[in-house]
Structures are given as structure tokens and as C-alpha cells.
């Protein structure tokens, strides 16, 4: 093995030799090029990219680059990452000819990827872009770029379709581009991606993500017209490198590149361990970052305990064996001094029914939320478990958590104080402590992540809520509105009866395609609604309550927003339902004074 490598380099050099006469001037220029195109922030290239000496390989020292061979002024990788880097895609790279790893991540880069990429790294296998600003679309030229193996433009502000040319690249094994501005439909990769590597993106949907709702005709489809990507002229030294590469890379890849753990982000906070996280009551009392990152095996994807839209959910164990949950925030736009308030505000607000908020840390461009650790996890998993177990819960806990849920959706939008719209709710937001008790999360957050709601697509892709829970006239208004949180929380109480998933009705004849809302619509248009109550609950002596809680869900669903009942009615109507089992205890909810004419903490935020 050892030495067919040998033969392969030599190989490779020695074609090298022959056809790029002048190609080590041209090295030294391309490095040259690239050190006066970017503002060097940290230094880091002004003091080790000194071009004043002439011995042959010198380049090879310079921070970040490798050479293929260590004494001659050939450069095969440049990896740049996280040095304080600011500036435009840079063009005189186009000279490094042999180049075939380019990794720019964690900088300040901006403006577009360059429409012509293909021309100007045409022999790279890896391609790390991830961590910037760069905007624009992704070029579809990149499927020029037929060596790439890797390809991580994850964390930037890149807008558009995933172009289905990139389909083309066969030997790609890694594609990341979550947390851009993505729309549209992912096209079929033939290697698989993982949801993570998508996610976080405002109108990405298809495999592995929610599929798309086509709504309108005019849809952009991903039109893939088996063009063969012919065309290409790679001379044979290409073809050379490309394999050449493509072996050496194959174990250097798993070790570095390919970040299994997902928790590459961590690296950014090296430096900032020591930040303290402010907390708002004393359950612990001092903690630091670097307890958060020890707690939670720095983030590691073993820990993840749900994901999305408003970010990733950790759990975390402290030395002392206290379990937390830990919300890594999606990108949030809100600086700093925002945000802190923001959090001051959430972490006033506490309610029975509410996940504890217990702190927060600001770190570089993450934040970091800290909530108390829920035993039982969500209730969507409690109701839908993947391993099909089949341990249908039985009713009076349902009607339990339907009720506590109620209670704490009616206290968030009429008793506290400001009073906060969800806009988010689905079976995944609400969580069950120990003793199954109902906790809301992700209350107050919607409005600390990107303004989606301006873009109609976000609506149309599902993405303003969980596909699924989306009130129909948002699609026309998007604005949220507190009878839209009762339209989405209507979907939870009837997979609380129901049993069945809000966009997948297991129970619906063959070829039914629509959502729960929409079976449970023609069920009672036909009048067999009592067909869609799940079967566990059947017979068991419920059968009046689980119909009367059955009608407040569909009342809740109705399309005219102001048919539906506000969330202090769904609270009585459910509490009247479930007065024999005397779940309801302390803090009742207080008769609404309002008059409906209130400003929520919502529309204050979107209008400021
Ligand atoms: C770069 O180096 C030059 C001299 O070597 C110095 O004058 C300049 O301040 C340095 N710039 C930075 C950003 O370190
Ligand atoms: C040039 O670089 C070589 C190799 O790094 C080093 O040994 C030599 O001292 C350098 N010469 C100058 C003038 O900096
Ligand atoms: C790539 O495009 C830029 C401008 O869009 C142009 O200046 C440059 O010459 C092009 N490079 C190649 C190699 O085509
Ligand atoms: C990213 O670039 C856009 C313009 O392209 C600019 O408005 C924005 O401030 C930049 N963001 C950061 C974090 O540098
Ligand atoms: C790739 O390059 C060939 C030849 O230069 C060209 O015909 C083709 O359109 C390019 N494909 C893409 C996706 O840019
Ligand atoms: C993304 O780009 C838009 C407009 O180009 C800009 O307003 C926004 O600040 C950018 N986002 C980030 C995170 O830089
Ligand atoms: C993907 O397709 C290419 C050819 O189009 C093939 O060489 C490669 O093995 C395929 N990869 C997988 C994982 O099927």
C-alpha cells in the first residue's frame, strides 16, 4: 500500500513537472494574492506569511498551508480557519493549481461564492466555506468542481435553492448547509444526508426534512435533466490528483473532517470558557461555560435531545448529578443587549405549567439558554414513540396534560404580564416532568429568531410553526395572532384523543394524503367522528369525555379564526370535562379582564 502511494506521488510529480512549468511562481503569487485580498484582523498571516525569503518550499511554513512535497513551493492544502479573516471569496486562489483543500470556515467572509468557482479550484476534493457571511445563491457552477468530496457551507446567509446540479457530484459523502436562508426543495442526494446538515433553514423541505406542501402550481421543481456533466474538460493531471487525493484523503477525512459529533461550533469557544452564565434563582448557584460544555460532553450529538426552529436541545449533567436541559439558540438576530433583556424578561416569567428558565450565557455569536430537566421528555414522543411499542397512555393522564397545558397557554396569553403569543406550538413544545406533568417550552423565542414571518415560503413550507399546526390564515395574514396559538394547540388536543400524527393519519383510509385536521374535517362532515377517537380509549367508561374534549379540539380547529374559543375558554371547557378526577389544585387562571384590545409582547417586538 505504502508504496503504491510512493509510485503515485512520484507519479503525480513528475506530471506536474512537465505540464505547470512555472507553477511554483504561480504559488507564491496566489499566496501573495490571497494575503492582500483579506484583512487579516488577528495577524496571523501578516506575522507568518513573510515572503522575503526565497529557499525553495518556504511557502510550506506559512500558517495554514501544506505543500505536497515540504522543500518545493507546491501548495496542496490551505486551511484557514477561524482567523479573524474579513474580505471577499478570494480570486487569486485561481494560481494555486494544485491546490485540492480549501477550507476558509469560522471567518468574516462576505459577498457571493463565486459564480465561476469551479474555474478557480477546479481540482478541490474538500471545500469548507461553513462559519461566514457569505449571501447570494449557492452557484450551481460548484457541480463543475468534480472532485468534491466534502462540502460544508453550513452558517452563512446564503439564499435560494439547493441547486440539483450538486447531485451530480458522485463523489460527494459530506453536504452541509444548515443555518442559511435556504428555500425550496432538497433535491435526492444518493448518499444520505442527515436532517442536521440541512436544518435551520428558513424553506428547506423534502428528504430528510418535513416533505414539501405543494400549494401552489408554480413551485420551482428541482428539474434535473439527467445532463451528464459530459462537458468537463479535465486534463488527465487532474484526473491524477483527483485520485491521488481521493485515497490519501479517504483516513485523514474521517479523523478531521467529516465532525461526526456535530459539535465543531464548540472549537469557536475556546477561548471564552471562563464566561460566567447568569442565573436567576440559586438551584446552582455559580456556573461557568466551561461547566455547561463539561455537563454536556461539549455538546457532543449524543446529548441532543430535540431540535427546532428556535434551536437544539442538549441535556446536560452537572458534577454534582443535577440533569439541565441546555438550548443552543438558532442564529438569533438581536444583539447582545437585546437579547440579555429579553432573557431578563423570559426568566421573570414562571408558571406551574411553565419549563423553568433557569439562566442563560452569551458567548461569542452563541447563546445559550439553561432549563430545568423534564423526566419524560414530549409529549409528542410519549404519544407517537418510534420503537412502536404500543403503551398508549391512558386517558386521564391525556386529559391531564391537555388540561395543564391549557392552563398554561391561557396564563401566557391573559395573565402574565407581558403577555406572549407561542407561536410555536406543537406535541414537541410541551414537555413532562417526573410526575407527567405538563411544561410549555420555547415560550418567547419565536420572536427572537429571524423575522421568517415576512416570508410567505416560511408559511407555505410549514416552517412559521410545525407543519401540520399552522393556523390556515396565516398563509393570507402572516400575522401571528393568539387564536392561531389556539388553531395549533386544537391540533394537540386531537393527537391527545386521536392518538394519530398531525400530518400523517395512520388510521385514515389508502390513499387519504391530508393532514389530521383535514381527516378529522371529513370524519365529521360524514358524521363518523366518533371514528377517529383511538381505540385504546374506547369502551373503557370515558366515552362521553373523550367525545366532549374531542368537539373542544375540533372548535378549535375551525378555519374562521373567530369561531374558534380563546385559550381561557379551552381552559374551562377541558377543566369542566375533567372535574371528577380533582387535578386542578392551586394558581386557577384568573378571568381575563381584558376586552380583547391587548398588546401582546409579540406585535411589540415585530413592530419595533
Ligand atoms: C502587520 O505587520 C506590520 C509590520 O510587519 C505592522 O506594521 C502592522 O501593524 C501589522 N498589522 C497587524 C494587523 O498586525
Ligand atoms: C528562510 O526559510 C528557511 C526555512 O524555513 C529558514 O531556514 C531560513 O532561515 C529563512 N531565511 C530567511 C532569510 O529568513
Ligand atoms: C471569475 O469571475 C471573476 C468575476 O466574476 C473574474 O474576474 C475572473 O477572471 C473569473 N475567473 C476565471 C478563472 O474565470
Ligand atoms: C453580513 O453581510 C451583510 C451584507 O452582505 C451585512 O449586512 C451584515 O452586517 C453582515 N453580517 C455580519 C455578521 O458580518
Ligand atoms: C460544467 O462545465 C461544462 C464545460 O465547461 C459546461 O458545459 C457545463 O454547463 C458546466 N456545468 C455547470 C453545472 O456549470
Ligand atoms: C444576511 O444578509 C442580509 C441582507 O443581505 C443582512 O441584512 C443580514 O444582516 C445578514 N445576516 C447575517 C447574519 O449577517
Ligand atoms: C452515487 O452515484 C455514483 C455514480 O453516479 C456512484 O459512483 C456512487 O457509488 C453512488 N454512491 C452511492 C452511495 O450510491
Known sequence: MVLHSRVFVLLVLLLLGCSLSSATDDDIN??????ASLEDTLGYLNSSWNFNNNTEGYICRFTGIDCWHPDENRVLNIRLSDMGLKGEFPQGIVKCKSMTGLDLSS?????????????????????????????GDIPKNLANCSFINILNLDHNNLTGSIPPELTLLNRMKTFTVAANRLTGQIPAFNFSLSAESVANNPGLCGKP??????????????VIAGAAIGGVTVAAIGVVIGLFFYQRRLSAMRKKDDDPDGNKWTKSLKGVKGIQVSMFGKVVSRMRLSDLLKATNSFHKNNIIGSGRTGTMYIG??????????????????????????????GSVKHRNLVPLLGF????????????????????????PEDDT?????????????LGAAKGFAWLHHNCNPRILHRNISSKCILLDADFEPKISDFGLARLMNPVDTHLSTFVNGEFGDLGYVAPEYARTLVATPK?????????????????????VAKAPDGFKGSL?????????????HDAIDTSLVGKGVDTEVFQFLKVACNCVLPPPKERPTMFEVYQLIRAIGERYNFTTDDEILMPSDSGNVDYLEELIVAK
Open 361 to 384: 450565557c452569551v458567548a461569542k455569536r452563541e447563546r445559550l439558554l439553561v432549563y430545568r430537566f423534564m423526566a419524560n421528555g414530549t409529549l409528542h414522543d410519549n404519544l407517537h
Open 107 to 135: 471567518n468574516m467572509l462576505y459577498g457571493s461564492i463565486p459564480p465561476n468557482i469551479s474555474s478557480l479550484i477546479p481540482y478541490v476534493t474538500s471545500l469548507d466555506l461553513s462559519y461566514n457571511n457569505f449571501s
Open 30 to 35: 496566489c499566496l501573495k494574492s490571497i494575503k
Open 390 to 402: 404500543n403503551r398508549a397512555v391512558e386517558w386521564s393522564l391525556r386529559l391531564k396534560i391537555g
Open 209 to 222: 426534512l418535513d416533505p414539501c406542501v405543494v400549494t401552489t402550481k408554480n413551485t420551482k421543481t428541482g
Open 317 to 346: 449533567v452537572l458534577e454534582d448529578g443535577t440533569s439541565l436541559m441546555i438550548k443552543r439558540l438558532q442564529n438569533s438576530q438581536h444583539s447582545d443587549k437585546e437579547f440579555s433583556s429579553e432573557m431578563a424578561t423570559l
Open 517 to 529: 385536521v383535514e381527516w378529522i374535517t371529513q370524519l365529521s362532515n360524514d358524521g363518523k367522528l
Open 484 to 504: 392561531g396559538d389556539v388553531y395549533s394547540f386544537g391540533v394537540v388536543l386531537l393527537e391527545l384523543v386521536t392518538g394519530e400524527r398531525p400530518t400523517h
